[in-house]
């Protein structure tokens, strides 16, 4: 096995997507998404649970099939997120969002302590065709906070679709 | 270049010392297989870290003949020109070109050259019919064209085992007609329900849109039986030949169908050039879809007349280049002749068949058996998602398609959102399928799954 693909499919991704956190929808929850990954027929629906009147994601629940890749990006990101602010939830999805372009090379010590476990992702960015699974689950996380009115849209960004092109 | 070891094919090998040469009715020996290879600058390049390329995604697009990369160097090298217009020279070598190209293509399928429209691809012969039918049902073409004329209740069969090449134009058709799209099921075993012919054709069939062999499945269809259900209620036959024309023996007039989509670069030809196929008349009596310079006869302010087909269908610059290299590839594959390539393909079809049933935790999607199948083997494996096992084949050099394949409806049917697909040409190896065989077996145990069923 080459060494990209070990860094491919570190063990923990290998464990969360055998053992997925937060899978199994949930019926509350004040904003719902739901994502598809076009080329492969990738899906999931995430539903967002926000503490009553405070801006601060209780949990996720969400259900879907996927590869690896992308069912364990759901559940590191749902692991990661868990009593997170709104705000500290989207900059994290904005960080991930670059370990994804930066090509394998990873981010600065700073910004990999906040992603924590996401950092396993870093090798997925050495192949381009599945970047797109490890941010399935970020999208419809931005998109659900959307839905929840928890953030709005910036202009031009829908949120469907800038992640999964 | 340097050709990987290649075994002998279906017991039927020319004896040492023979001539390698191209033969009509046998499958390929060792020494005609390693020349074929020798023909395919790409295959000799290696992958991932060193490993030698296995190409199996030859349903996806094929690799490209020296033939068939020199053809398109040689028109721009030396005859690039604008065709059907100009007095000089060049003008002339590249009409010729061109034309020739539309007859080499036409005789390679059993058409006649005026009966092949160039287009950019498959999907585009395909939306030319249903787009023409469309403009007919609005009364363009006159009198002529009201055997293309759609009105609400009838109706368009296609099958659920469609490429969605060939499934959304007809969904868009009747949506723009109100006419109403029925499908021919899928059995259990991948294969098409030909029995629901009797009750889901009817009298109000206009069209009967079906493809020659599955791109999923790689079941073939049986395209006859369908012809003749067609005729019983007047309805016209679209055939879909994107996988077996590079595979089969194809003659479109032996087959009798009313139009036919084929597709360049699945055919070992380049990319961005397709053809459609039409029987005569229906071409002459049917109304142009794109329309602008060089489709027309006469051009007044007010009033326009068309040309003749297949001109009129050609609308604005033709991708001549990529035209000639099309017929580089059907001349290719005619001089080969296409029974030897069909034997060689079936030695691969029982070879790909035989390699992923002997690995633990694999189902094939589509029929397990070699009858009537082109060497299109789509697979899951238990556990793992088909984007994972693509990943880990293509670690080992191997490369798969993975996903729906453009058939989303198929892959429901048959219970699984998405496979993985290993398909096959001329140019593949038995040495080829043993190592695809055992790199499928790497799969479970990377993700830590068991052998067993």
Sequence with gaps: ?165 | MTPGPVQTLGGRHAPAGEVVGLRASASLTAAELAAVRADFPLLTRTVRGGRPLVYLDSAATSQKPDVVIDAELEFYTRHNAAVNRGAHQLAEEATTAFEQAREDVAAFVGAEPGEIVWTSNATAAINLVAYAMGNASLGRGGAAARRFALVPGDEIVVTEAEHHANLVPWQELCARTGATLRWIGVGDDGRLRLDELATVVGERTKVIAVSHASNVTGAVTDVPRVVARAREVGALVVLDVCQSVPHLPVDLHALGVDFAAMSGHKMLGPTGVGALYGRRELLEAMPPVTTGGSMVEVVTMEHTTYAAPPQRFEAGSQMVAQSVGMAAAARYLGELGMAGVAEHEAVIAVALLDAVARVPGVRVIGPTDAQDRLAVVAFTVQGVHPHDVGQVLDDHGIAVRVGHHCAQPLHRRLGVPSSARASASVYTTLEEVAVFGAALATVRPFFGLGGKK
């Design chain 1, 1 to 165: 096995m080459s060494t990209a693909m070990e860094q491919l499919y570190q063990q923990l991704i290998l464990e969360h997507a055998k053992t997925p956190h937060g899978k199994g929808l949930e019926a509350d929850g004040q904003g719902e998404s739901f994502q598809v990954n076009p080329t492969c027929g990738d899906e999931v629906r995430l539903r967002v649970h926000l503490r009553p009147e405070e801006p601060v994601i209780d949990h996720l629940s969400w259900d879907g099939s996927g590869c690896s890749i992308s069912q364990a990006s759901l559940s590191v990101m749902s692991e990661l997120v868990e009593g997170a602010s709104v705000p500290t939830a989207e900059n994290l999805g904005a960080t991930f969002r670059e370990l994804m372009h930066a090509r394998g090379k990873g981010l600065d010590e700073e910004s990999e302590d906040r992603l924590g476990d996401a950092t396993a992702f870093t090798g997925v960015a050495q192949y381009p065709a599945r970047i797109k699974c490890a941010l399935l689950g970020w999208a419809a996380l931005r998109d659900a906070l959307v839905q929840a009115g928890a953030v709005s849209t910036p202009a031009g960004a829908p949120a469907t679709t800038e992640e999964n092109p």
